[in-house]
Each structure stands twice: as C-alpha cells, then as structure tokens.
C-alpha cells in the first residue's frame, strides 16, 4: 500500500483522504500551514454556495457528487437554487441553461417572476423570469472538512494541522518525502492540495501550477426582515452577484468588481490570510444593483465583509494530474467547494484505479501549451476569467488578448483575404474568408436565430460548396503533430494504439489510444514516413504527455507542430491543381488513399498525405515553417485557372459532420468505448496486446454516437441540448452543423442503444423549444467514398 501524503486539509484535501481511505489505502498523511479544520484557505471563507449546472459535463458531475456526499454528511443545507434574468438576453439564456441541466440529468425548471417572487419574496418587480434547481444548496465547508477527514482519521489517517511544508524530497525522478519546518513525513505519493497556495507548493518541485489567487468580495447586510432560513441560493448572473441568508442577515457576493490579483508572499499568516481588507470602493455598484433586485435592502446596509481569495485559471476549469517530470508527485487545485468532493473522487480513482470514471481531460494539470504557462498569461487570463465567470459567452467565443499569439506561414495572405479568425490553443484559426462573400449569391442559406449567427456567415455555405465543386485550401496547421521515432518506435506505437501500424513505409492509418478501461483517450492520424519513423496527427498536449511517459529507452517522441505546417488542398479539381506541381505520380493507382508521400512541390519539399476529413479528394500537404508561404503562394497562383478558394473552419466542421468524421473531446472523450463510437474498424483485438484491449472484452455497449438530422431546414442546433424521446430525455447533442449539402442540420448525440435506430424520431431542445429530428444512417454524405477515392 503506497504512502500518501497530502499538501492542505482544505475541502480537497480532506475529501481525497476519505476517498483514498474508502479505498483502503489507509497510510494517508494530511498536512496543513494552518490549524485544523479552519486552516485560512479559500475553504475557510467559502460561502458555499453549490451550483451544478454548468456547460461542461464533467464539472456537472462534480458538483452533483458534491451535493449527494455533502447531503449525506449533513454538512449540506438543500434550499435549492434560483438564477434570475433582469434582460432578455439573460431570459434567454436561462432556456439554454435550463438544457444543460437536462442533458447532465439535473432537476431544473424554468420559471415565471411570479414563481420566483414565492421563492424568494425579496424580489421586486425586474426580475423576468428563473432557473430553478431544486438540488442545489449551501455546503457547510467547514463542517465538510472535518466530517470527511474524520472519516479518514476512522480508516488510519493522519492530519497534522501547523505543518508548513518546506521541501519535496525526491530520488531518482520520483517523489520519498515530505519536509515540513518541523518534521520529515515519507511518501511514495505526495497530492497538493494547497488552493491559491498551490503555485508556491509547485515552485518546491519546479512545476508551474497555472492559477491565479484573486480577491472577491463578500459582505453581510445588517439584518433584513422577512428572511426565513429557507431562501435559495440566489443569484444574479446579470449583475455578477449571488446572494444566501446568513440567519437574519443577507450574504452578498460580487464578481462585478476590478480583478483584484494577490501576492500570497505578501499574506498574514493568522488567524485567516484569504480574508483581506474589505474595499468598501469596490462595492458601491454591487450594493446599488442590490437594492435594484430586492428593494427592502434599500432599508438595510452593508454591515461588514472581506475581500476573500479565491483561485482562477485561465479557462475556469481545475487543475488535476501527475508532474510531467516528477513521478509520484500530484495537484489537485483551483478547485472550489462547488466542486470539491467529485474531484475528490476522481482524484482517488485516478491514484487508486489508474483512471477517474468521469473524463478528466479539460481538468488535466498538462493541458496547457507551453505559451499558456507563461506567467503575464496566467495573470491576464485567470483575471479575464474572474470577470466572465457570469458573463454569456457563446461557445465559439475566442479570447480577446492577448492576441495574436501563434500565427501560421499564411497568417498575412488570411488577413489579405479578410479572414475572419478565431482562437484554440493560442493558434489564429480562419473560420471563412470575407473575400468569398460574392459566392453566397447563388446559395440559399436559411437565416439564423441570433444566438446561432453569431461566430457565424452564410460565406461558409459558399466555402462548403466550392469544396464539393471545385478545390479550397484549408490551413491545418494548428493540429498538433508529433514525430515519434527510433528503434522500438513501431512496437511502442502499437503497444499503445488499437489499429495495426505494421505496415509499409508509406502507410496511414487512423488509430486510437485507450486508457486502461477501454476508454477513448485520443484518435491519431499515424503515418509510416521511415522504418522507425512516424508522424502522429494528435488532438492536443495531453497526447504528447500521455506519450512521453510511455516512451521507452531509444524512442524519441518530439513536438514538431511550430516548426511546421500544413495545407488541405481539397476538391474534386485538387488532382487537377496538385499534379502538374509536383514531380510525383498523385494519380489514384500512383498514390492511394491513406497513403503518404515525400515530394517537391516546385522548390518546397512537402510530405502529402492523401486522405481527407471533409470527405472530398485530395491531400494534406506538410513542410516545415520556412517554406509554408512559398507552398501556399505556389498552390494559390496555380489554383486560379481552377477557381480556387481558401476556405475556413466553418465549412471544415459542416463538410466533416456530413461524412460522420468525430471529433475527439467534443463527440466522444475517455467515457466511451470505440463500438460505442462507433470506431471498431480502427480497432484490431487480433494484433497482439495494447492498452485497453482486456478492458474492450468485457465492456458491454448501451448507448451510441448517433447522427441525427433536424426536420426542419430552417433550424439550427450548436450542441449540448438534451435529446428527448417518448416524453424523456434520452441523451445529449456533442456537436452540431448546418450540412450545406444535404440541406439541413447534422447533429450528433449519445442516445440509447434502442433509440439509436435510423429513422426514430425525436426532439432536441434548443432554448427551451423542441425541435422534431430524426435518427439516420451515416454517413449522410457519399456513403461509398467514391469521390475520396478517385
């Protein structure tokens, strides 16, 4: 049984030592700078407010864990919870919301003001409707601390309060110990758990832990008549509040406010350093909007409050994983009560098991590119994040700044064409290109709601068109791409991947790699370029992780993405463009499909890979960064005589949704196994072993990625709204587009087995209105890949 030692008893800490212990692994230490169970972290202050509603299922599901294991400790008070719209775009998006919580399987009704108003009988006469969730409540954080290590101390664990850790003792690569300034505790694993403390435990070890200590505001009335003790959490989304009762006292929260960074080297050391100075300045705007909501404030005063520190990272979600350069060593932080014990346990099953049951992937600790751990974009994003935490954000809304970050070899010729750019991962991505605007003219485009319209234009109806017509570029350059090579590199490959890479220099093939359960971890594009030579088309940072820790002695796993790039040249016309070009046999008998093939495309050495994910003929061609706007100038000037057109990301997903082509970490994560993707062709159980692989035998399929078309031309879907069918909600939307060439929406959903027939019909609901959809048989668009193959 390992030794565990955890960094902070606060609400994650002391929810993984009951976990862990739950377990069995009972030689658990927990250690604390500060006194037990109160220790002066964020836990300490809290709140408590537990919301679970959110976009992102798996923090759903963490905060609905958090709510049944608190209710069950009686350190939960479940008063429900109500968000109130004052404006019709707040209305509106409470019918968004309210999906949300349908498609994660959390109680939620929408609600007139006069419903609210009984609720909450405070609220005057601006509110124009809620969100009711009748699970929500407030989490007694403290009590949650000390009932849940309690537990732990029952099972064999230790807590050890007054215990400032000093050192992370370490050999040969992994973790032994923990030193504090007094004693020396062993460890074989060592979890911090430290909050906004969580950055200096890192620094201990060299690890930069991303998040962002910031101030906000609390304050308590002075006391209100008619509080009952019964009040919902409150909250006023429009005006970055919240409200809770405090006896006959009303707590008021404010994110309103200027981001207040911290310093924590400059903190007090007692009785509580995250409760700073409260700012009265600061709070005037909350106060007044207060009175605005519930107008018998206006008979009450602030009557004290603190600025209290919280953490924020740059995209709001945790920070969960092991050290990519220290074995033994794990963090678990900016994690708030909300969501506190469903971290908990799937940190626990991550140590224990090898793999938490919820998918982790937007938490895990090595998601970041390298650019987003610099410290000025820490602090600008985990600020920038403090002031959107209430705001409406549509989910293809990119960050402001700082921009532009990484730009690729075509960025300028983008800008000539009036690209329209988007931002992942830091990367300037064209989603279409206004130059294109005169090809809407013979196109009929259903107008768009205005949620829908935005981050949109009918120009990627014209891109997606002139692709299937003619020949577009597509700049592919931000995927990740990986080189992994030396002797051993095949057996590596294909001991962590499902298809069968032995085959011929030349060879691509689309694979998964699984995690120990059978889940999928990533789909990979893999391309034999040499005998112990291969790029990897991978999704992200985690791949590269997952890898590196993997790689045995004498192979070499490398990011090769910046000093590269790529272009899809796609269209029934590319043979025509590409061939007279290159001084290599493109023909379809010269060159097959899933092939690769180094070349020179006059002066520029290109790997071409011939495959393609909008379901049209053509190649991805590669070649180092240097060159990559001489390739695009050589195509571009070539192309003309062909009608060529760059096209963006608009029409990419819209042309991959109608040939059923997923998309890893939107449509299927680690929770689903490939037959319930549907991707057993990339699966060969008759190669040999590879991770996963005993796990995929027993895994039975209840449910199925199921394409599914919206009745109606006119409407639209962008993802995660329920599916419903009989009267029940049923699944859930991953991802969504108008198929401009079958003439309706394609959409995607998880769905039961016996619903996932073609030709069931169902609904999906779409800001609170049911739109009828039917299940189809994919793919929609040229089932028999004839136009890829020609």
């Known amino acids: 049984m390992p030794k565990v030692v955890i960094i902070g008893a606060g609400v994650v800490g002391c929810s993984l030592a009951d976990e862990l212990t739950a377990r069995g692994w009972t030689e658990v230490t927990v250690l604390d700078q500060g006194p037990l169970f109160a220790t002066g972290g964020s836990s300490s202050h809290a709140p408590g407010l537990v919301f679970q509603t959110n976009p992102s299922k798996t923090m759903a599901e963490f905060a609905s864990y958090t709510v049944r294991k608190l209710v069950d400790l009686g350190a939960f008070n479940q008063v429900g919870g109500l968000e109130v719209a004052t404006t019709p775009e707040r209305h509106a998006d409470l019918a968004r919301r309210h999906g949300w919580a349908t498609s994660w399987g959390i109680p939620s009704s929408l609600i007139g003001p006069d419903e609210c108003r009984t609720l909450v009988p405070l609220l005057g006469n601006s509110v124009l409707g809620g969100l009711h969730t009748p699970t929500d409540g407030l989490a007694n954080a403290v009590l949650a601390c000390e009932k849940q290590a309690r537990r732990a101390i029952d099972r064999g664990a230790l807590f050890v309060g007054r215990q400032k850790v000093v050192t992370v003792e370490q050999a040969h690569g992994r973790v032994t110990g923990v030193r504090t300034e007094s004693d020396t505790f062993p460890a074989d694993i060592v979890v911090s758990c430290a909050g906004f403390w969580g950055p200096a435990v890192g620094e201990l070890v060299g690890l930069t832990v991303p998040l962002t200590p910031l101030a906000h505001q609390y304050a308590k009335t002075t ?33 309103g406010h200027r981001p207040i960074p911290v310093d924590i080297a400059d903190l007090p050391t007692d009785p509580m350093p995250s409760m700073l100075t409260f700012t009265p300045e600061d709070f005037e705007d909350a106060w007044s909007a207060s009175v605005d909501l519930l107008p018998t404030l206006g008979r009450s005063a602030v009557g004290e409050g603190f600025n209290g520190i919280f953490s924020f990272t740059q995209d709001g979600a945790p920070l969960m994983g092991e050290s990519p350069s220290l074995q033994g060593f794990w963090v678990a932080e900016a994690v708030w009560v909300t969501h506190s014990a469903g971290v908990g346990r799937a940190m626990a099953e991550w140590l224990v098991d090898g793999q938490p049951a919820v998918d982790v992937h937007e938490c895990d600790l090595n998601r970041f590119e390298e650019h987003q751990l610099a410290p000025a974009y820490v602090l600008e994003r985990g600020q920038q994040n403090f002031v959107e935490v209430y705001d409406i954000l549509h989910p293809l809304q990119p960050m402001e700044s700082p921009r532009p970050l990484r730009t690729s070899p075509f960025y300028e010729r983008h800008r000539d064409l009036g690209a329209m750019f988007l931002e992942a991962a830091g990367w300037e991505r064209p989603h279409w290109f206004e130059a294109n605007e005169s090809l809407i003219e013979r196109i009929d485009v259903p107008e768009r709601d205005d949620w829908s319209a935005r981050y949109w234009s009918p120009i990627a109806a014209a891109e997606a068109r002139i692709t299937r017509e003619r020949l577009a570029l597509y700049d592919m350059t931000p995927l990740k791409r990986l080189e992994v090579s030396g002797a051993g590199a095949l057996e590596f490959l294909q001991g962590l991947t499902t298809n069968n890479l032995a085959k011929s220099v030349g060879s691509v093939t689309y694979t998964l790699m699984l995690d120990e359960t059978g889940g999928i971890r990533s789909d990979l594009t893999v391309a034999r370029l040499g005998v112990d030579r291969f790029q990897v088309g991978a999704n992200g940072n985690l791949d590269l992780d997952w890898m590196l820790r993997r790689a045995p002695d004498g192979v070499s796993v490398r990011d090769i993405t910046a000093g590269t790039c790529c272009l899809g040249v796609w269209g029934p016309a590319a043979r025509d463009l590409v061939q007279p070009l290159v001084d290599q046999d493109f023909s379809h008998k010269g060159f097959g499909y899933f092939r690769a093939k180094r070349a020179f495309l006059g002066n520029v050495p290109v790997t071409a890979m011939r495959l393609s994910y909008v379901g049209e003929l053509g190649w991805e061609l590669y070649t180092t ?61 008759d190669k040999g072993e590879f991770v996963g692989r005993a796990a995929l035998e027993r895994r039975a399929v209840a449910r199925k990625l199921t394409c599914l078309t919206v009745d109606d031309p006119g409407s639209v879907v962008l993802g995660k709204e329920p599916v419903w069918c009989n009267g029940s909600a049923v699944g859930y939307v991953t991802s969504a587009s108008f198929g401009y060439s079958v003439g309706r929406t394609v959409a995607y959903a998880w769905l039961p087995a016996a619903v996932a027939e073609p030709g069931t019909a169902v609904t999906i609901e779409y800001f609170g209105e049911k739109i009828p959809a039917t299940v189809r048989a994919e793919p929609l668009f040229d089932p028999e890949m004839a136009r890829i193959r020609r």
Request: cysteine-free.
């Open 223 to 255: 006391p209100v008549g008619g509080l009952t003790g019964r009040m919902p959490i409150l909250r006023h989304q429009d005006r970055d509040l919240y409200y809770r009762e405090h006896g006959d006292r009303l707590g008021i929260g404010y994110y």
């Open 625 to 685: 960064a240097d060159v990559g706007l001489k390739l695009w100038d050589a195509l571009w000037a070539a192309g003309q005589e062909h009608g060529i057109i760059a096209a963006g990301r608009s029409a990419f997903n819209s042309l991959r949704l109608e040939k059923g082509y997923r998309s890893w970490g939107t449509d299927m994560t680690a929770e689903h196994s490939p037959s319930e993707a549907g991707l057993d062709f990339a699966v060969r159980m």
